[in-house]
Antibody, heavy 117, light 107 residues
């Protein structure tokens, strides 16, 4: 059974850092295209970052230089390192696998990140 | 970036109604358009892949159509469990943009 379990969310001060983890089971992260999507309170879905199976990474413009996506193949886990956090980064962050047509077919349960002093 | 515009932003419908939601891309995206359903406090769920392919386990009352710039999600007979917010997403290129969502409410 495919499963994605997220951890690492929490409360952080503006300018601080946080790392989200997304532990996968039932498939291999390193062989899959993996993505992060976020949703601010009461708002819609916003694409954050992508790592292709081959290792190429991409970011939304507002996250470039602040966020970093990576994976640990030995742990079958995806990460999102978030630095220089701002209040507007407050959201639920979801990891997801991209399957056929690059559609997100499996999602993590979401991690709430709150940036506030 | 490719902009994806959904309409309407919300609608009220009754159980049994036929519901149509549209999504328009700012440039041609072939059929790289997916649809998701999200209920309050829940994780989004993939419904339709590549404009018209039903994801495994999704009821057949959901269907998708369209290509290039204009796409449609149709619910043939709305059920109580279908009241939710629906999002389209283009995966033609990066960034993978979402529509703003369509909230389907009970009339």
């Amino acid at each position: 059974e495919v499963q994605l379990v997220e951890s690492g969310g929490g409360l952080v001060q503006p300018g601080g850092s946080l790392r989200l983890s997304c532990a996968a089971s039932g498939f291999t992260v390193s062989s899959s295209d993996m993505t992060w999507v976020r949703q601010a309170p009461g708002k819609g879905l916003e694409w954050v970052s992508l790592v292709y199976a081959g290792g190429t990474t991409y970011y939304a413009d507002s996250m470039k230089g602040r966020f970093s996506i990576s994976r640990d193949n030995s742990k079958n886990t995806l990460y999102l390192q978030m630095n220089s956090l701002r209040a507007e980064d407050t959201a639920v962050y979801y990891c997801a696998r991209e399957g056929s047509g690059w559609a997100m077919d499996y999602w993590g349960q979401g991690s709430l990140v709150t940036v506030s002093s | 970036d490719i902009q994806v515009t959904q309409s309407p932003s919300s609608l009220s419908a009754s159980v049994g109604d036929r519901v149509t939601i549209t999504c328009r891309a700012s440039q041609s995206i072939s059929n790289y358009l997916n649809w998701y359903q999200q209920k309050p406090g829940k994780v989004p769920r993939l419904l339709i892949i590549a404009a018209s392919s039903l994801q495994s386990g999704v009821p057949s009352r959901f269907s998708g159509s369209g290509s290039e710039t204009d796409f449609t999600l149709t619910i043939s007979s709305l059920q109580p469990e279908d009241f939710a917010t629906y999002y389209c997403q283009q995966t033609y290129n990066i960034p993978r943009t979402f529509g703003q969502g369509t909230k389907v409410e009970i009339k």
